[in-house]
């Protein structure tokens, strides 16, 4: 068994796509080995600013001998055949076998491959590799033609300490690598994976980029601490900045004061964006006037240098936002509405202006209702003002400087010019908020105004798609559908919103009148996206144990769209069939369900209704009867009154006399009418369970 090495030393590449071009040549040169019959122990692969690196140990020194055999036609087949065959395998007529079988004598041949050397096995796997990484971009250099993300310099390839041959865009394998572009530039030899990690950290080059990310936090942590300040937390960013240096070397600066004034996040997406430093915050949580850059190099003066050229480029950057800012303010918010006029949400769908029309009669119609039945400080009247206003405000900011510059700030840059103009609290509020939930782990919005504006937002969004059509298929989601459906549960559950989802769905449908063709069918619209929207409902509750097909079960009751009372019927559902009675009621449920669905069948007739207690005979099934009569009231009550543990309770209660009924009864008696009252009887099993949930939905 030996060990792997192969670098790939190039132009700096992408930190976004070194993660993923790490794994991907991982797996292609891990899954030629296993092709090959080559085994080995681990795999492991690096990727910094200049380089992909990946190790394999264990590898075999050969591949190992094999012998195959394949079966052939019979001895006296016709020589057409014989021919083909003797092709196929690559064999003489005297160099396969004869073999007696029971159908005959039948020709085999024996073919015995003997192992390559690895070395040889790897130059065509590498090769192969290097063809197939599939870069998101890439791009041709010189008068090549091989295409590479970025400009190729050496490829390093040692098995065993021995050079594996590999030529691919004009560079040929060796046994060397260089280090840090400016601290090491010259060429070292290698001999071993340990060797050349060691000699690279000599070389001012840190391979892990999970070591060079922890360099980086706790580097800032300490700067900022210094100063009684702390880092803000960007995870995404630690990891970016890891991805672009070789050799990190943590610096704070300052931010001159006249730049205070400008919105915190104005500053911290211009430093983010722009120049990939990290914000830090006093202890109050407020911005402080410095930042984190991270150099990839250690400065003879100690990084004073980089610090005051980092300070004069961010000054520049900060100007340009401080310049946004102040012309941005000199007009009202309403005011850049007609630019949203010229603005196009989607061919299909209209502009954005046409879009904010919508989105304010769904927030202040039917949403804005149900809110206010709920647990809020606003009255109806006042709740759909608001919301109107807010919905009609909340796109305006797309049309100013700001967000042309920082699109990552709309809304919130929306809330902040609001303000500036006199505009409610919670209105401006909600301008900021319209777009949230983002994601399973944002903040989802709590104030009346705001859900209002963000549930319309979101289902206007919703609806639109799914009428022209443009779904999210298994590995695509241009549109970000699922996010919004996604917000659109949170919204609802989180705020204990008792809304009728369908009736929603409906009237967005409506205000789509003006964009949508007149053939589409908003039943169908409403149907695929109720269908898509109990999907995503099963993912958001899987992490708390919820079944999917108790969701199913549920979802198929007819006119059941109100998400609060569906999700407290689900859960009680859930402990009821987890249960011993749950279990051994669904047990029966679905034998009467079978009984009754063969005997419809074989009888071509439907056993639906209530049965005739003249007609019983046994005392059982007197029992069952008289329990489902008791047990149909309390249902009806129960789940009127919305208490769906109580419905549970009066279904439990009907174990005994079902087991009771089963245990005694013969449903195929002999006398005809006494037959169709006891199949009527096993109906009214289905249709007690039916008032609660569609047990035929629930799976075991």
């Known amino acids: 068994m030996a060990e792997f090495l192969l670098e790939l030393l190039s132009e700096e590449i992408p930190a976004r796509m070194q993660g993923k071009a790490s794994d991907d040549l991982k797996r292609l040169v891990c899954d030629g080995l296993k092709d090959a019959g080559l085994k080995f122990d681990n795999a492991e692969a690096y990727a910094t600013p200049r380089r992909l690196t990946l190790m394999i140990d264990g590898l075999a020194t050969e591949q190992p001998d094999v012998r195959e055999e394949r079966k052939g036609p019979k001895a006296d087949a016709p020589e057409k055949a014989i021919a083909g065959f003797l092709g196929a395998v690559g064999l003489t007529r005297d160099q396969v076998e004869e073999r007696e079988t029971p159908k005959g004598n039948v020709l085999f041949a024996v073919i015995e491959k003997k192992g390559r050397p690895t070395t040889e096995v790897l130059a065509e796997?590498?090769?192969?590799?290097?063809?197939?990484?599939?870069?998101?971009?890439?791009?041709?250099?010189?008068?090549?033609?091989?295409?590479?993300?970025?400009?190729?310099h050496g490829i390093l390839a040692l098995f065993d300490g021995v050079v594996v041959p590999v030529e691919f865009a004009d560079v040929t394998s060796g046994a060397?690598?260089?280090?840090?572009?400016?601290?090491?530039?010259?060429?070292?030899?290698?001999?071993?994976?340990?060797?050349?990690?060691?000699?690279?950290r000599a070389a001012y080059v840190m391979l892990d980029a999970v070591e060079r990310q922890q360099i980086i936090r706790d580097g800032a942590d300490a700067l900022a601490q210094a100063e009684g300040l702390s880092v803000?937390?960007?995870?995404?960013?630690?990891?970016?900045?890891?991805?672009?240096v070789e050799w990190p070397v943590p610096l704070i600066g300052r931010i001159d004061d006249e730049f205070m004034d400008v919105p915190p996040e104005v500053l911290t997406a211009s430093m983010r964006a722009h120049q990939k430093y990290f914000s830090l915050e006093t202890s109050s949580g407020d911005l402080a006037p410095n930042f984190v850059v991270v150099a990839n190099l250690e400065a003879k003066d100690g990084g004073k240098s980089i610090i005051v050229g980092n300070e004069r480029v961010l000054r520049a950057r900060l100007a340009d936002a401080k310049f946004f800012w102040d012309q941005d303010r000199k007009t009202s918010l309403e005011s850049r509405l007609p630019a949203l006029e010229k603005i196009i949400f989607h061919a299909k769908l209209g502009t954005v202006s046409e879009r904010v029309a919508r989105v304010q009669d769904l927030a202040a119609g039917v949403i804005a209702e149900a809110i206010s039945r709920g647990d809020n400080a606003l009255e109806a009247g006042v709740l759909s003002d608001k919301a109107r206003l807010a919905a009609k405000l909340a796109k305006a900011d797309l049309a100013s400087g700001m967000v042309a510059e920082f699109p990552e700030l709309q809304g919130l840059m929306g809330r902040y010019y609001a303000i500036g103009d006199n505009v409610p609290a919670d209105v401006a509020e909600a301008i900021a908020e319209h777009y949230s939930p983002l994601g399973p782990n944002d903040d989802c919005p709590s104030a009346p105004v705001s859900v209002a504006v963000a549930l319309a937002d979101k289902l206007d969004t919703l609806v639109g798609f799914f009428a022209i059509d443009e779904k999210p298929t298994g590995s695509k989601d241009p549109f970000a559908l699922r996010r919004a459906a996604l917000g659109v549960i949170r919204l609802i559950l989180q705020n204990q919103l008792r809304l009728s989802l369908r009736s929603?769905?409906?009237?967005?449908?409506?205000?789509?009148?003006?964009?949508?063709?007149?053939?589409?069918?908003?039943?169908?619209?409403?149907?695929?996206?109720?269908?898509?929207?109990?999907?995503r409902l099963k993912v958001h509750l899987r992490e708390e144990g919820v079944r999917h097909d108790q969701i199913d079960a549920v979802f198929?009751?007819?006119?059941?769209?109100?998400?609060?009372?569906?999700?407290?019927?689900?859960?009680?559902?859930?402990?009821?069939?987890g249960g011993d009675d749950g279990a051994n009621l669904l047990t029966a449920y679905k034998r009467a369900t079978n009984i009754v669905r063969a005997e419809e069948k074989k009888d071509g007739a439907v056993y639906d209704g209530v049965a005739d207690g003249t007609l019983l005979e046994a005392a059982e099934e007197t029992a069952l009867f008289e329990a489902l009569n008791a047990a149909g009231s309390e249902i009806d009550q129960a789940v009127g009154g919305e208490d769906f543990a109580a419905a549970m309770s009066a279904l439990a209660k009907l174990r005994a006399p079902v087991d009771a009924f089963f245990d005694n009864v013969t449903v195929n008696a002999d006398d005809a009418d006494v037959r169709r009252n006891r199949l009527l009887l096993l109906s009214q099993i289905r249709t007690a369970l039916g008032a609660v949930a569609d047990f035929s939905k629930i799976e075991g």
């Open 125 to 152: 796997v590498v090769l192969a590799a290097l063809n197939a990484m599939p870069w998101a971009k890439s791009m041709k250099w010189g008068s090549g033609s091989v295409r590479w993300v970025r400009p190729l």
């Open 176 to 200: 060397s690598s260089a280090g840090h572009r400016f601290h090491a530039p010259d060429a070292f030899s290698v001999e071993t994976f340990a060797d050349y990690r060691d000699k690279l």
């Open 556 to 577: 198929a009751l007819e006119g059941e769209d109100d998400l609060v009372r569906l999700v407290a019927r689900v859960r009680a559902l859930g402990e009821f069939v």
């Open 504 to 535: 929603a769905i409906s009237e967005a449908m409506i205000f789509y009148a003006n964009e949508l063709p007149d053939a589409i069918d908003a039943g169908v619209v409403a149907d695929d996206l109720m269908a898509f929207v109990a999907d």
């Open 232 to 244: 803000k937390a960007d995870d995404d960013l630690f990891a970016e900045v890891a991805g672009l």
